[in-house]
């Protein structure tokens, strides 16, 4: 569950620990520095996000029992802070570009995964933006902050959608043939997501006004990774901001079952 930094020079992933557990590295991307470990505790810490302007990560642990969130300063110093604790299993999966919300999935035992809202200013009462019967997971926003794209079985398949923020009723259905993991490219005009048979896909939007169009999905490149379940846990890919580089967590094929290995192909252009 690889994020990228906002200045594309680091990339914070979870790593399982030789006892068991998992804690938060980061990994420069260029140079021979090594990776440097983010988080000490005996829990399990995963699914890391930067804030918008770099100086913090929020990510979930499970130190206290339920999987609950945290932040720590992006430089390391200073303790973890305790973000949001309840009783339900929950990750972040986004932060809004304005850094005014923190976008969050959290298990519920009636509606399963929904997606939920923490605002970070006034009274930072958490709301929920999508709770039905189905699983609605791995929200993103758009870098304009107008919409949010999902993934979520209501169909029976998993698919991608996008609906606006704060919600008005309306949504698309952007993949054709199923998806999960969706990701915008830094100008809003782009989003990628994981197909069911492993192909990274990409899709023109257009958000303007109260409306949202999207084109036809086209395939990138195939996606050497250990699941062909979707959703999976979280996005297997980032992308950079121009939507030419991808940095994937992949497998080699001769040990698809073993735990993954990042790998950085990070100057490798993807023309289309």
């Known amino acids: 569950n690889p994020w990228l ?6 990339v914070a992933v979870a790593r399982v620990e030789p006892q068991g557990e998992s804690d938060i590295w980061l990994i420069e991307l260029a140079g021979s520095t090594p990776p440097t470990r983010f988080t000490f505790d ?17 990510f979930s642990s499970s130190r206290d029992g339920p999987t609950n969130l945290y932040q720590r300063a992006a430089s390391g110093v200073g303790n973890d802070e305790a973000l949001l604790k309840s009783d339900n299993m929950k990750f972040p999966t986004d932060w809004s ?5 923190i976008l969050y999935q959290e298990q519920n035992q009636k509606t399963n995964f929904d997606l939920w809202v923490l605002p970070l200013t006034g009274e930072q009462k958490p709301f929920p933006l999508l709770q039905t019967e189905s699983d609605e997971r791995q929200g993103r ?7 949010i794209a999902y ?10 959608y996008v609906q606006s923020f704060p919600a008005s009723g309306g949504k698309w259905q952007v993949s054709t043939n199923g998806g999960a993991q969706p990701h915008w490219r830094r100008d ?10 492993r192909k990274l896909m990409a899709v023109e939007v257009k958000g303007n006004g109260p409306t949202f169009e999207a084109g036809v999905p086209k395939a990138l490149f195939d996606l050497r990774i250990q699941t062909v379940g979707l959703p999976g846990p979280r996005n297997f890919y980032v992308v950079s901001g121009d939507g030419r580089r991808f940095l994937v967590t992949s497998a080699p ?3 698809i079952t073993t735990p993954t290995t990042v790998v950085m192909n990070w100057t490798a252009d993807v023309k289309r």
């Open 5 to 10: 930094s906002p200045d594309e020079k680091r």
């Open 42 to 58: 005996p829990g399990n810490d995963g699914s890391p996000i930067w804030s918008p302007d770099g100086s913090r990560i929020v």
């Open 97 to 101: 570009a304005d850094e005014r919300f």
């Open 141 to 147: 926003f758009s870098p304009d902050g107008k919409w």
């Open 151 to 160: 993934a979520s079985n209501e169909l029976g398949p998993w698919h991608v």
């Open 188 to 197: 809003g005009k782009e989003l990628f997501y994981l197909s069911p048979d």
């Open 253 to 255: 094929e001769e040990r």
